[in-house]
């Protein structure tokens, strides 16, 4: 799974990254603290978006969803998509073969079980560069109103070694790309079996990973600070990595 990240990156960080624009700016809010529930609006660089990033809401919305009621309940089921699955699950084929996208993280959130209960982990690049995690939107009309929806769902694999320990319960992570990869990803010249291929694990020594405070946990407090990705020791053997 993988249903909170950081996306504290601003307009300049991405299109310095990316070499792309970002034109709806003034819509765009950075935060360090980003959960799917909340269906956020996020930064992605889209097939056929040419040199722009769009900006898509989480909870991939299929085209083919005919009511508001069903557009509700199925976008709470399709945060993630897992890897090996895409081509067969109504929600994503379509996405897989013309709708594909890359999601700029700064890190992400998971949380490891143990006896005394759940210790939240932030983990990130090795070298602190943003995360190009692979995706799938799509675009989702309103009948009633004709209001159109920019959706998206974050792809997840099988964990890579670092990431079963800390992801213990699931073992899933995000699918993070490599620079070689990421224009592939959304290049639809690359066939979608091809594609598929780029959905696995990254090294481990490709992340880092360090324990968080109990902060992440707070649905009060204001998780949009710095504080909630800093290292806090739970005075337990967890710094793994």
Not at 163 to 180: C, E, G
Not at 187 to 202: G, N, T
Request: hydrophobic share 35%.
């Amino acid at each position: 799974m993988c249903f909170s990240v950081n996306v504290n990156l601003i307009k300049e960080e991405l299109e310095e990254r990316y070499g792309v624009l970002f034109p709806d700016k003034y819509r765009y809010h950075p935060s360090y603290y980003y959960h799917a529930f909340s269906l956020p609006e996020i930064p992605a660089l889209c097939t056929g978006s040419g040199e722009y990033i769009e900006l898509l809401k989480w909870g991939l919305i299929p085209s083919w969803v005919k009511s508001p009621d069903d557009a509700n309940e199925i976008r709470y089921k399709t945060f993630n998509a897992r890897a090996e699955t895409l081509d067969v699950r109504p929600s994503f084929s379509g996405s897989l073969r013309s709708k594909r996208c890359l999601v700029p993280l700064k890190g992400f959130f998971e949380w490891q079980h143990t006896a005394s209960g759940k210790i939240p982990w932030y983990i990130y690049q090795t070298d602190d560069d943003i995360l190009s995690v692979a995706g799938l939107y799509d675009h989702w009309t309103d009948p009633a109103t004709g209001e159109t929806l920019k959706t998206f769902s974050i792809i997840t694999t099988e964990a890579n070694d670092m990431m079963a320990v800390i992801h213990n319960s699931k073992k899933r992570m995000p699918a993070v790309l490599d620079r070689d990869s990421e224009e592939k990803w959304i290049d639809l010249s690359v066939k979608q079996e091809d594609a598929k291929k780029m959905l696995k694990p990254c090294p481990s020594d490709f992340l880092r990973a360090h324990t968080i405070s109990p902060l992440v946990n707070s649905k009060t407090a204001d998780r949009n600070n710095p504080s909630v990705i800093r290292p806090y020791n739970w005075e337990t053997d967890n710094k793994l990595f």
